[in-house]
């Protein structure tokens, strides 16, 4: 697609549940990111992936939280035992990613998967 | 990420120039300027970037300081849809740990 695209646009899940969230970026682009956004507040930065790198998990505020991309294309974020306090926007964005060079067009981001968890 | 201020809110005028200031005083010299938006219950939205010179793209122009201490964002007449909170970033490119987006300032269009 021309952009990029996440699933579900909203989630809606019971305390101690698992959730997946996925994310589609544009074809080609070989960075990837996943950002949390609470009510309110600011961009958070989760995590990182590069081409076939070792992603940078540095961002992940638990290990309940684990982010996988495959094939160097679509990611999937999960959230184990889910609690309220995870309930936000999550967006992933894409770039092209020219050796340390920046990109021409930035990040493109998603639209977000709004996680409510009740 | 460079360390960057912008004013919390400002309104402006429909139909006129919107000027939003940035201060980055600690910019290095690799680090561009990066300007994006968020329409509410959207994802940000990459505007236009620049790191020595004033670029100007069809959604607006950035006029960068000669000190590169400070620039402004100018969306050239202003509609109601660009009411969105506006994050100007400066970085070095898509390094391990993204952007950093700040509080960045809200710009509300008045009708």
């Known amino acids: 697609g021309a952009g990029v695209s996440q699933s579900p646009s909203n989630k809606v899940t019971e305390k101690g549940k698992d959730v997946e969230l996925r994310c589609d970026p544009i074809?080609?682009?070989?960075?990837l990111y996943w950002y949390r956004q609470s009510l309110g507040q600011g961009l958070e930065f989760l995590i990182y992936?590069?081409?076939?790198?070792?992603?940078?998990k540095s961002g992940l505020p638990s290990d309940r939280f684990s982010a996988e991309r495959t094939g160097g294309s679509v990611s999937t974020l999960t959230i184990q035992r889910t609690q309220q306090e995870d309930s936000a926007v999550y967006l992933c964005?894409?770039?092209?990613?020219?050796?340390?060079?920046?990109?021409?067009?930035?990040?493109?981001f998603g639209s977000g998967t709004r996680l409510t968890v009740v | 990420d460079a360390k960057t201020t912008q004013p919390t809110s400002m309104d402006c005028a429909e139909g006129r120039a919107a000027n939003l200031p940035c201060n980055h005083s600690?910019?290095?010299?690799?680090?561009?300027v990066y300007w994006y938006r968020q329409i509410h219950s959207q994802g940000p939205q990459y505007i236009i970037h620049?790191?020595?010179n004033n670029e100007t793209n069809e959604m607006a122009s950035l006029i960068i300081t000669e000190d590169r201490k400070s620039s402004t964002l100018i969306l050239p007449h202003a509609t109601l849809r660009d009411t969105a909170v506006y994050y100007c970033?400066?970085?070095?490119?898509?390094?391990?740990?993204?952007?950093?987006f700040g509080k960045g300032t809200h710009l509300i269009i008045q009708p």
């Open positions: 964005a894409s770039s092209l990613s020219i050796r340390g060079l920046v990109s021409n067009y930035g990040y493109t």
């Open positions: 600690t910019i290095s010299g690799n680090e561009y």
């Open positions: 074809s080609g682009h070989t960075a």
């Open positions: 620049g790191l020595k």
């Open positions: 970033i400066g970085t070095s490119g898509g390094g391990a740990d993204g952007l950093t």
């Open positions: 992936f590069q081409g076939n790198s070792a992603p940078d």
